[in-house]
């Protein structure tokens, strides 16, 4: 007899320990991700808790270091189907959040209305702001203009020594004309590559975005 109420006891104890990790989506209320720690997993592979899947500022954000470290999420109700979200982060003025969706997983099947706990994460698009384009085009000059300008220089530089070159006879100086002057194009063009940079310690400010729910 007192077997079976300890095998009854154990029973409800670990049907408490597996219930305690299902919740229903629709009852969270608040999410806190952070960029450096993945979702709790089950049924499927853990996945980052924030990836940042596109957007026009994607790709100036990695430069710059200046992906979020945090952002939370606040269930904003249903639309009729599942949950909605306004998730908001700390960003440079150059960056706003862009579309979210949240990703849980489904704790007995994708579907399911209850989700594993701390299975949740985030995928967001990052938007560059009108501050965002003008740095884009300040750090990504076209090189075309300096190259016209510098190849112009070249034909003027090469005019006036090929002018001495009738008077002097020189064999050597046509050498040290385009060595010269292709040192000068290459110096030019080197002052245009892209020099990368680290996170600036210029104004940030509170973006959120919108999105709903996804399940995996």
């Known amino acids: 007899m007192f077997t079976w109420k300890v095998f009854i006891l154990g029973c409800f104890i670990g049907f408490g320990e597996a219930t305690?990790?299902?919740?229903?989506?629709?009852?969270?209320?608040?999410?806190?991700?952070?960029?450096?720690?993945?979702?709790?997993?089950?049924?499927?592979?853990?996945?980052?808790?924030?990836?940042?899947?596109?957007?026009?500022?994607?790709?100036?954000?990695?430069?710059?270091?200046?992906?979020?470290?945090?952002?939370?999420c606040k269930n904003q109700g249903s639309d009729g189907a599942d949950a909605q979200w306004s998730c908001t982060a700390e960003l440079e003025s150059a960056f706003r959040m862009g579309v979210t969706n949240v990703v849980c997983e489904g704790y007995e099947y994708p579907d399911d209305p209850y989700v594993l706990?701390?299975?949740?994460?985030?995928?967001?698009?990052?938007?560059?702001?009108?501050?965002?384009?003008r740095l884009l085009a300040q750090t990504n000059p076209s090189p075309t203009p300096v190259i016209c300008g510098l190849v112009l220089l070249m034909v003027a530089v090469s005019g006036c020594m090929g002018g001495s070159n009738t008077q002097t006879k020189s064999s050597g100086s046509g050498f040290w004309t385009?060595?010269?002057?292709?040192?000068?194009?290459?110096?030019?063009?080197r002052g245009y590559r892209y020099s990368g940079g680290s996170r600036s310690s210029g104004s940030s400010y509170r973006s959120t975005g919108f999105g709903g729910t996804r399940r995996r």
């Open 20 to 72: 305690s990790q299902r919740v229903l989506l629709c009852d969270v209320q608040t999410l806190s991700l952070k960029s450096n720690q993945d979702t709790l997993a089950r049924r499927v592979l853990p996945v980052p808790q924030l990836n940042c899947v596109g957007g026009d500022g994607l790709v100036l954000a990695k430069r710059r270091g200046a992906l979020p470290n945090v952002v939370q």
């Open 117 to 133: 706990t701390g299975s949740c994460g985030l995928e967001f698009t990052i938007e560059l702001t009108s501050e965002g384009h």
């Open 178 to 189: 385009g060595a010269a002057v292709g040192s000068l194009v290459t110096s030019g063009l």
